[in-house]
């Protein structure tokens, strides 16, 4: 350049570079401290509302500005509430009762109560102890049902003969007052009298039984039935008819035994087994003869007929169905049977009428063994 000199020119460059070698040789100065982050004021709602404060906050700031416990403070408090609760502010806002409500809870108490109450007492009653009732014999019937029970008594000392039992059995059975149908058991037992004064009553057995009412029954039948299974009864049917049910042990041997005892036992069951059927009145004129004397008519009847006297024969007849042996009379009225309605169960008595019964209550009726 036009001016300048390569001298001026070396001595600009030295001192620039003596410039700055004495600039890198100064310290660098180090940068002040950033002053303290002041804290950002909270920042406020729109619409000008208040920042949240606690409960908390405001107990604080009431026990630091003023002398105040917090124990008083919490009795305050607990005295608000139970001023709100009372009549308040908010008891304006309560709502109705639901009575509706009320009684379907109240409803439901009561029944669970009462159901609770019943399950209670049904438990109760199955597992209290079932109470001991004491029976009578006397009041036991075997095979069949029967509607009353008359007990005889018979001396322990056994001084009665036969025909006083069947006198006794005779007025027993026409003094039944029981409605018609209906059927009495005859109880007979041996009396006797303990040491303190009490009856003492012993049923007999079928074997006593049958030789107090025949003397000529024969022993295979006492051996062949059961002692202590047998009915002795009155059946309440025109003059009432009697029978006797009895258990055989051995079929065979007690038919045999009835086929052997035919020819007295008629004579001997009287008066008690004695049936007298009605009387059929005959349409028959009775037939008359007349005499005159002396201009005086008269009539005479004829003499009044003879009383028929039945044949003591048995013989075969279906009687209700099964096969039994049967005594008639002239009309044809049973007078006495006996049957077998099974192989175990014989049958006396004097009516197909009190047969049909004893076989309606044998099919109808449960078995009662005597004790």
């Known amino acids: ?43 406020k709602k729109e619409g000008g509302v208040r920042s949240i404060e606690t409960y908390q906050g405001d107990i604080e700031k009431l026990v630091e500005n003023k002398n105040v416990s917090v124990v008083s403070i919490a009795a305050a408090e607990a005295a608000r509430r139970g001023t709100t609760s009372l009549g308040g502010e908010s008891a304006t806002h309560r709502e109705p009762l639901d009575w509706q409500g009320l009684l379907r809870r109240g409803g439901m108490i009561g029944g669970g109560i009462l159901m609770f109450t019943a399950a209670a007492l049904l438990l109760y009653y199955v597992l209290q102890p079932a109470k001991t009732v004491q029976v009578s014999a006397a009041q036991v019937s075997p095979f069949i049902t029967v509607d009353a ?32 149908g209906l059927i009495e058991r005859l109880y007979i037992a041996f009396s006797s009298t303990t040491a303190d004064g009490q009856q003492s009553l012993m049923p007999l057995t079928v074997q006593q039984v049958l030789q107090f009412l025949s003397p000529n029954v024969p022993d295979t039948l006492l051996r062949s039935v059961d002692p202590q299974t047998y009915l002795l009864g009155i059946h309440v049917y025109q003059d009432n008819q009697p029978f006797i049910i009895l258990k055989a042990t051995s079929y065979e041997e007690a038919y045999a035994a009835m086929l052997a005892w035919e020819p007295y036992m008629q004579h ?19 037939q008359t003869t007349g005499t005159s004397t002396q201009g005086v008519a008269s009539t005479t009847d004829t003499a009044p ?34 049957t077998f309605l099974d192989r175990n169960t014989l049958v006396i008595t004097t009516s197909d009428v009190t047969l049909r019964e004893i076989i309606s209550r044998l099919t109808s009726a449960p078995v009662v063994p005597t004790p």
Do not use: C
């Not at 029970?149 to 006083?164: E, G, Q, R, S, W």
């Not at 069951?269 to 049936?275: G, H, I, K, S, W």
């Not at 059929?280 to 009775?286: A, L, M, Q, R």
């Open 268 to 286: 001997d069951l009287a008066p008690f087994f004695t049936r007298v059927p009605p009387v059929k009145i005959s349409n028959t004129p009775s």
């Open 1 to 43: 350049m036009p001016g300048k000199t390569l001298d001026s020119a070396s001595r600009v460059n030295a001192g620039a570079l003596l410039d700055s070698e004495q600039k890198a040789a100064m310290p660098i100065p180090q940068a002040p401290p950033a002053p303290a982050a002041t804290p950002a004021p909270a920042a």
């Open 149 to 180: 029970t008359k007990v005889l008594t018979i001396p322990a000392d056994n001084t009665l003969t036969h025909a006083d039992v069947i006198t006794a059995l005779d007025q027993e059975r026409t003094g039944v007052s029981l409605s018609l």
């Open 305 to 338: 007929a003879q009383f028929y006297t039945p044949p003591a024969v048995f013989v075969d007849q279906i009687v209700e169905n099964q096969n039994a042996r049967v005594i008639e009379d002239a009309d044809g009225n049973i007078l006495l049977l006996w």
